[in-house]
Every structure is written in structure tokens, then in C-alpha cells.
């Protein structure tokens, strides 16, 4: 068997008629597969030496958020360095990176038949095309000059997607100096997701993130707010100067000015020097209030009068200094709902909100939860020091099916629990996570087995499950837990968000998915 014209012609064809990227990616890897027969394959972009996933076929769904770092995978190394056609042999000693991560498969199946197409522009390499199968000898039939004729279609496309997208990004910072947008690229903030809110977002951080637009990022309580922030100063036009981080809601009032505006020496009690406050740090760049909704109205007069003329005082000072700072804030709270209760001024929050961005929800991003958590894991592997940590095929299901009222920082504690339990069980330096690892299905486990069934029920959890599904058996106790919490509440939501330990606004939101409001 080998590639014939019409094989070759068709893989360049798909390529060419994806909508998007991310379509054409897809498409080639999966024409890539169907053309020689290989049961696993991936196209990795290379940057900061690291490959990371852009596309992937018959590989376990987590690998797409993973960050392969080169000196830590000597097969991608080799393949990094080698400038042409890699051929690994079956009983090469260089461990495979995609080891066990093949799904409907053994759990520790290993690759058998590996070959690395390096993917060149211009003598440059910018990504890789992997080819894996269980048969040691799957690929003989294929000559290393068509396999070179695949790789260069490869490089070709991806190359052309890496030129559109870097042209898109010099045209929305056209004003800025070339030496100041390559400082930028190369310093981006990777917001990892490819579901359609994702996209959404993307799009509104590509729109405003190089003007000089005041925004306020709105979302749960781990959403990813500060990350959004980051990448919305890393696209700007301030991106070489200071981006100053500010928590309100750690902010003791008693202090809250000086953090804010800086003192003189002798102020008050305790001011031994002249000390600069944040927005003088900030100056020609920009400030971000975490946790807005969290200051004290006393400051926020003085805030607006910054954010209006673009002068402030120090502390004990007569002086006036001016600064030029991009407010960038963020809060979990309802402002417009705080503006009607008087606790926050309706003129400061129309100087903030200018440009509001809705950071969604992880329960509201379909297909990003795995991709998150291979990134996740990725990281715990490299500081437990492990050579592979996978996801069973149960636990990848526990994960889809959790509501993740916690967002994606609970995402991510919950793997780095579970990646330090699979450790602990480990008999060798390979691990596994499993269900029982994550901490919210042992609390669920405790809690439905909690639940009493009715008088004169037989009723059993075994009977319940055949009946329903397990997102559906969650949502059923959670429902009646919150019905049980709003009573014990007299049907007060905020204080039964207090008890529950949740976010009001996530409670809000759950409340009505699962048909309570």
C-alpha cells in the first residue's frame, strides 16, 4: 500500500475547505488517519519548546488541553531535532507520550508502530504531525518520500493558519511598533477552550483589548477572571508596561487610600517615607480592581475623580499628580443590583462598565471540561514528577457529568487532589486517576446514600440508577436538598447560598437549570 496522486490530492482538498482552523486541523487528521490505516494520530503546533495540540484523532479527549514540553518527551525531541521523517522502532526505549491514552483500549496499552513528521516553514520548525499504531509494522508499506509529500501539505497548512492569525493580530495593533507586537505575541495569555462561549469570548477580548476602553469582567467565582484580565492587557497597546494587580475585597479600609493614591511621609501614624500607591505604579498601563463590587463607597468618589481627570492626591499631600492608567475590574457581584441598593455609585459603575465582558460559567462550555483537565493534569505530572498520569475512561465521565458550581479553580483542585490520591496508590511512576479520587463523588456517594427513601418504599440506589442516568439522579437530590436548605432558610436565597457554601449568583443559575426557578 502506498499514497497515490488522487490520496495526496484529497488530503490537500480537505485541508483547504475547512470554515475554520480548527475544522481544517480535524479534517486533515482525519483524512491522515483513513489514508494510512493508523489508529491514533495528532497535529501539535511548536512554540516556546513546548507542542501543543491543535488537533487530534483516536486519542483520549484530554490530550487536546495537554502542554508537551520537549525536554521532557524525548520522542517529540527527536522529532523536534531531526528535521525529517522519524521512524521509532517497536522496541524503541524512548517512552511514547500517548502511552495508555488511546480510548476503548487496555488501560496500559503501549504504542507499538510511532512515526514523527516535523512540520517545517522555512527551515523553521513550527509543529509535528504524529502517527500511531498497535501494529509494529502498520507503516512499512509507506516510502519516507510520501510520507515527506504529507508532511509538507501539513506544513503548508498550518503554516498559512499561523500567518492568517498573526496578520489578523498586526492589523489590530497596527499603531503599536513591530518590536512591541512581537514582545506581545510572544508573552500571550493561553485561554484554554474551544467551546462555543469560548469563542465568543475570544472575539469580544480580540475587539477590545487594543483600545484604551475601560472593562469590567463579570462572572462566577472561578471563572477566570484575572486570566481574562491578563489577556486583555498582553493585547494591548500597554502590553511592555506595568499590568498592577489590586484585590478589594483584601483591601482594609483603613489603609485602602494609600494603596490606592500613595502617602507623603508623616500622613498618619506609621508613614515613615513616601510610598506610591497603585495607579501611580500603574502609570501608561494598567490597574486591575479584583473584586470591585468589594470597595468601600467612601473610595469610590475618589476613584471616579481618577478615572474622570486623570489626576490624583497622595495621601497627606496638597500636590495633584497626574497618571494615564486602563482600568481593567472584575466582580462576581450584580453592580447594577448594588448601584439600586445604594452600595456602589451608579456614576462609577457607567466609567467602569464601558466595555462589560461575561466570562461563562464551566457548566456552560461544552467539551472545554476534559480539555481543562488535561491541561491540569499535564501540570500535576510534571510537579509530582511522574512519567505518565491519565484519566480513566469512568472518570472522564464523572467529570462531564459534574455541574462544577466552582468553576474552573474548582476544576482544577479537584485534579490536583485526585492526581496527588492516584500517586499515593501508584505502584510505579505511571498513575491513574479514577472516580473515587475526586472529592465531589465521594461527597456524592455520602450524600445520595444519605437520602432516606419514603415510608414503605423497597426502594434501593441500585433500582434508582437502572431507572435513571447519574446526572440525572444528581440533579434530582440536588433539587430536593435545595428545596430542604430554602425551607430551613424561610426561603431566603442569599442566606441559603451562605449555608450551601455556594456563590449566590451560581446558586441562582443551578437553581434554574435544574427547574427550581
Known sequence: MSLSQSDLTRIALDITSGLSDHDRFSRLLDTVRQTLHCDAAALLQFTGQQFTPLAIDGLSPDVLGRRFILS????????????????FPANSELPDPYDGLIPHQHEHLMVHACIGLPLLAEGTLIGAVTIDGFDPNQFNAFSDNELRTLSAIASASLNNALLIDKLEKQAAQSQVPSAFNQTSLDAQVELIGQSHAMQNLQTELSVVA??????????DTGTGKELVAKSIHQGSLRANKPLVYLNCAALPESVAESELFGHVKGAFTGAISHRSGKFEIADNGTLFLDEIGELPLSLQSKLLRVLQYGDLQKVGSDKSLKVDVRIIAATNKDLKQEVLAGRFRAD??????????????????????????????ERSR????????????????????YDWPGNVRELEHVIHRAAVLARAEAQSNIALIRPQHFDFYNQQSKSIAAVPTSTGSKSTLSQTNIKQTLKQATENFQAQYIRQALAANGNNWAATARALDLDSGNLHRLAKRIGLK
Open 210 to 219: 487594543n483600545t484604551d476602553l475601560n472593562v469590567l469582567i463579570l462572572g
Open 382 to 401: 510534571q510537579k509530582l514528577g511522574l512519567k505518565s498520569l491519565r484519566l480513566s475512561p469512568d472518570s472522564i465521565t464523572q467529570l462531564n457529568h
Open 72 to 87: 521532557e518527551h524525548p520522542r517529540l525531541e527527536a522529532i523536534a531535532r531531526a528535521g525529517d521523517v522519524v521512524r
Open 348 to 377: 462609577l459603575y457607567h466609567r467602569l462598565s464601558v466595555f462589560p465582558i461575561i466570562v461563562p460559567p464551566l457548566n456552560e462550555r461544552e467539551g472545554d471540561v476534559i480539555l481543562l483537565s488535561g491541561f491540569f493534569i
